[in-house]
């Protein structure tokens, strides 16, 4: 389990820089335009890049994410977590099982799991993880949904578990506060700041709704 301090920081706009998802632009300046805007959390989410050049880029963004005070997760690869230093290793149920990956993270990595419905959410509760994503709640072009979990999966995991809990899939500025009210403390997003034409301004609007709705 990461630390208490650390793990106060999982609340806030939760932003996954894909390579396939920037809109032509690099991940590291999605990153910062992101940061710029307010995000508090990025993830690494690569599945095309050879080993090498993803931890490359994988060092650039938790350089980047510490300057800015921000929270770095890497997604899948336990190895490039630990080696480039990031705060945490976010897994799905397909990728490494939660004590396998914990074997590999340094001391006080955090981990976060992607789960569907209760029983998967269930399971990571028991395996101890640091937060748990939930999704997908509306439909996403950016992922292939195989199970969409929906605002009542949310809302009913909320009710059973005490970790932070951040939604995820086909959240915008239009739906946004169903996801907040269903109890969600991060909100997790891919193409409404990788493909958004001005990334910075795209991220201040949802931080700022976040913001509004906590005030």
Same mark, same amino acid.
């Given at each position: ?13 939760? =932003?996954?820089? +894909? ?5 032509d632009?690099? $991940?590291? +300046?999605?990153?910062q /335009? ?6 508090t !959390? ?7 890049? %050879? ?35 990031? %705060? ?5 149920? &397909? ?13 006080? #990595?955090?981990?976060?799991?992607? @789960?569907?419905?209760? #029983?998967?959410?269930? *399971?990571?509760?028991a395996?101890?993880? +640091?937060?748990?994503a ?10 292939? *949904? ?6 009542? &999966?949310?809302?009913? !995991?909320?009710?059973? *578990? ?10 915008? =500025?239009? @739906?946004?506060?169903? =996801? ?16 958004? /034409? %001005? ?7 949802? $931080? ?8």
């Amino acid at each position: 389990m990461g630390s208490n301090g650390i793990q106060n920081r999982l609340r806030g706009l939760y =932003v996954i820089v +894909d390579p396939e998802h920037t809109g032509d632009r690099s $991940v590291e +300046d999605v990153t910062q /335009a992101a940061l710029d805007g307010g995000a508090t !959390i990025i993830q690494l989410r690569d599945k095309v890049s %050879d080993k090498g050049p993803m931890l490359e880029t994988a060092v650039r963004l938790s350089e980047i994410c510490k300057r800015a005070g921000a929270l770095f997760f890497m997604n899948d690869h336990a190895d490039v977590a630990v080696l480039s230093e990031a %705060d945490g290793l976010h897994v799905g149920q &397909t990728d490494l099982p939660v004590a396998a990956a914990r074997r590999v993270l340094a001391p006080g #990595q955090m981990i976060g799991t992607s @789960n569907h419905a209760m #029983q998967e959410a269930l *399971v990571s509760i028991a395996d101890q993880v +640091d937060y748990l994503a939930v999704g997908a709640i509306f439909g996403t072009e950016t992922k292939e *949904v195989t199970v969409s979990a929906g605002l009542e &999966t949310l809302a009913s !995991i909320r009710k059973q *578990v005490d970790i932070p809990i951040a939604a995820i899939g086909g959240i915008n =500025v239009s @739906n946004m506060d169903a =996801v907040l009210e269903a109890g969600a403390e991060m909100v997790c997003v891919i193409s409404a700041v990788g493909l958004a /034409a %001005d990334p910075k301004a795209a991220t201040r609007e949802l $931080v700022e709704l976040i913001d509004s709705s906590r005030s």
